[in-house]
T-cell receptor, first 117, second 111 residues
Framework: EAGVVQSPRYKIIEKKQPVAFWCNPI?????LYWYRQNLGQGPELLIR????????DSQLPKDRFSAERLKGVDSTLKIQPAELGDSAVYLC???????????????FGPGTRLTVL | KQEVTQIPAALSVPEGENLVLNCSFT??????LQWFRQDPGKGLTSLLL?????REQTSGRLNASLDKSSGRSTLYIAASQPGDSATYLC??????????FGAGTRLFVKA
């Protein structure tokens, strides 16, 4: 069974440029998460989808970040325009069910390492 | 607000040693706790999931325990190997369906 797929794996852009990340979750997983991980820290949730609905986007900087999950399967996270402080690893995860259930386990993709120059 | 702390931040041990990684959290109202492994430049690999009603989970040389009342979890690694070198992260699923991660413990096992 294929795991969570993310692309690209690496991206280097200049500040003020736009950038987009793509994620395909594990087949059948209805919940999808986007996290940002800064160097030396744990991941922090940006947005969580249940099917095609964004149910938690409280940590998403909405002035420059946007996300979509059309048809409730794969998802795209966009930054426009990028700032120096956006340099981080962007991780996508999925789970079968919402995190409010004790048995729910999250599975992560390899991440996209973004460098903003 | 839930906070997750992992101690130590880094650990270096000789091969074959048994070791314990610690994770503490401030709010005991959690649904579960998950331990992950992260290799440099890679994503997170799930190691063990402990549900709030459970006390421990085991997988091979790994054993994770959970004490909700004291806000603590430990990950025990038996007979460590150089291949165990990685960053180990714990994450709690808490009220409001939030997943809060610790900063991780960087483990280095010397051959």
């Amino acid at each position: 069974e294929a795991g969570v797929v993310q692309s690209p794996r690496y991206k280097i852009i200049e500040k003020k440029q736009p950038v987009a990340f793509w994620c395909n979750p594990i087949s059948g997983h209805n919940t999808l998460y986007w996290y940002r991980q800064n160097l030396g820290q744990g991941p922090e949730l940006l947005i969580r989808y249940e099917n095609e609905e964004a149910v938690d986007d409280s940590q998403l900087p909405k002035d420059r970040f946007s996300a979509e999950r059309l048809k409730g399967v794969d998802s795209t996270l966009k930054i426009q325009p990028a700032e120096l402080g956006d340099s981080a690893v962007y991780l996508c995860a999925s789970s079968l069910g919402s995190p409010g259930l004790a048995s729910i386990e999250q599975f992560f993709g390899p991440g996209t390492r973004l460098t903003v120059l | 607000k839930q906070e997750v702390t992992q101690i130590p931040a880094a650990l270096s041990v000789p091969e074959g040693e048994n070791l314990v990684l610690n994770c503490s959290f401030t709010d005991s109202a959690i649904y579960n706790l998950q331990w992950f492994r992260q290799d440099p430049g890679k994503g997170l690999t799930s190691l063990l999931l402990i549900q709030s009603s459970q006390r421990e989970q085991t997988s091979g040389r790994l054993n994770a325990s959970l004490d909700k009342s004291s806000g603590r979890s430990t990950l025990y690694i038996a007979a460590s190997q150089p291949g165990d070198s990685a960053t180990y992260l714990c994450a709690v699923n808490t009220g409001g369906f939030k997943t809060i991660f610790g900063a991780g413990t960087r483990l280095f096992v010397k051959a």
